[in-house]
Every structure is written in C-alpha cells, then in structure tokens.
C-alpha cells in the first residue's frame, strides 16, 4: 500500500505534557489518530519541534506525489481538544496537503514553523 501523510505529534517538554495541559487526555490524541489513519497514512511522535508555546503542535507532511508538485508540510498548533483532532483527521483521510483544500476552521490552527 502506498504511503501517503505522514502525521508527526511533537511530544516532548511542552507537547503532551499533562502538567502544562492537565485538562488533555494526550495518549488518547495519539491513539485517536493512529486507530482513524493508519495504515495509509504514518503516524509518528517527535521531540520537541521548538514551538512549545504552541503546544500541542502536529505537523501534517504531504504524500510522496504531492509532495513532488510542490505541496509542503502544514504545522498546526494549539491542538488540544478533539474538534481540531477531528477536523485535521477529516482533512488528512481527504488527501492533506497538495490533495484537499484545508478547511477554513482548519486554518485557524495554522502556525508557521519556526525559523531556522
Ligand atoms: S515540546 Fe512540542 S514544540 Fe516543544
């Protein structure tokens, strides 16, 4: 089977920490997206991704062939409660970045990645 998304979870000083984020069933983030994605997408978890005030962050990588025309990763922020999980569930089973307009409540979640 083809890969497609790859859906990196920051999980590491601020990402997935329940003293900074009590009230966020963190695991259940990850298992969530691993039980509606894979196997066609890839879920993995990563250290600290350097936006930590915008924890928890996600990082929505596009499939192979999109990414050959251009399409670039998209980084999320603040996802910390189930309607943007749901919405960037929705949004990546419907093809992510280069294959499916982001969904304009998507969009509020938006931030840029650091700079290097
Ligand atoms: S721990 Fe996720 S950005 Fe720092």
Do not use: Y
């Not at 590491?12 to 695991?27: E, L, Q, W």
């Not at 039980?35 to 991704?49: F, G, Q, V, Y």
């Not at 025309?69 to 569930?89: K, S």
């Amino acid at each position: 089977m083809a890969q497609r998304c790859t859906v990196t979870v920051c999980r590491d000083c601020c990402c997935g920490s329940r003293t900074k984020h009590p009230a966020v069933d963190h695991d259940a983030q990850i298992d969530r997206l691993r039980a509606e994605l894979e196997p066609e997408h890839r879920i993995r978890t990563s250290l600290c991704l350097d936006v930590c005030s915008q924890s928890n962050a996600i990082v929505v990588q596009p499939a192979p062939e999109a990414r050959r025309r251009g399409a670039r990763p998209v980084w999320f922020g603040l996802v910390l409660d189930d309607t943007v999980l749901d919405d960037l569930i929705t949004w990546v089973r419907d093809g992510g970045p280069g294959n499916a307009d982001l969904p304009a409540v998507l969009e509020l979640s938006v931030i840029s990645p650091p700079t290097v």
